[in-house]
């Protein structure tokens, strides 16, 4: 099966802080994405990745980086911390180019800004 | 770009009733994924069932059916037979052939009453 494993289920951190949220998939997926969930907006894509070192920004990208250095690995990156990206941070992966397949997730973190 | 609506934030059913969670969507393209996911209360988000729009005939998974009405634009998701374990926030998602990326709606959640 496969496994996306994130590093923290509960986090919570200061305004102005850098925060980094960390995701690994054991499955040598290509594909790895960082979603924003909040009740009543569903699930928003922040960040999408193809393949080592690239990215793509996906629907809410502001306030947010990435960092994909190697296959298994995707970083989401909060620069500068602030009370609105107080939510719950899904990641997922999937095979490319295999589009039948659905996407797998992670637990979730959910991230508190005091 | 695509979209994807739920209109249904909550429902509620007593154990043992079906129950049909409704999902309409807007796409140009003619062929694309459709996919259930279930995410149970703090637990991992996972797929319940796929669609691949060029097929006519309906999915089946077990309990989980769905009603696909391309013309419609419509993927509802029915549920046979629930129970207390069908408890969880249920997500509709759409995927473009050649677009390694999902658009989410806001979700239904679903209360199964013992």
């Known amino acids: 099966d496969v496994k996306v494993t994130q590093s923290s289920r509960y986090l919570v951190k200061r305004t102005g802080e850098k925060v980094f949220l960390e995701c690994v998939q054991d499955?040598?997926?290509?594909?790895m994405f960082w979603y924003r969930q909040d009740p009543g907006l569903g699930l928003r894509l922040i960040y999408f990745s193809y393949d080592v070192k690239m990215k793509e920004k996906g629907d809410i990208p502001e306030g947010y980086s990435v960092s994909r250095e190697k296959k298994e690995r995707f970083s989401l990156i909060l620069e500068s911390a602030s009370t609105n990206q107080t939510s719950m941070y899904l990641c997922?992966?999937?095979?490319?180019?295999?589009?039948?397949?659905?996407?797998?997730f992670g637990d979730g973190t959910r991230l508190s800004i005091l | 770009a695509q979209t994807v609506t739920q209109s249904q934030p909550e429902m509620s059913v007593q154990e043992a009733e079906t129950v049909t969670l409704s999902c309409t969507y807007d796409t140009s393209e003619s062929n694309y994924y459709l996919f259930w996911y279930k995410q149970p209360p703090s637990r991992q988000m996972i797929l319940v069932i796929r669609q691949e729009a060029y097929k006519q005939q309906n999915a089946t998974e077990n309990r989980f059916s769905v009603n696909f009405q391309k013309a419609a634009k419509s993927f509802s998701l029915k549920i046979s037979d629930s129970q207390l374990g069908d408890t969880a926030m249920y997500f509709c998602a759409l995927r473009p052939l050649g677009n390694e990326k999902l658009t989410f709606g806001t979700g239904t959640r679903l209360t199964i009453i013992p």
């Open positions: 499955m040598d997926h290509e594909n």
């Open positions: 997922a992966s999937s095979s490319r180019g295999r589009q039948n397949q659905p996407q797998h």
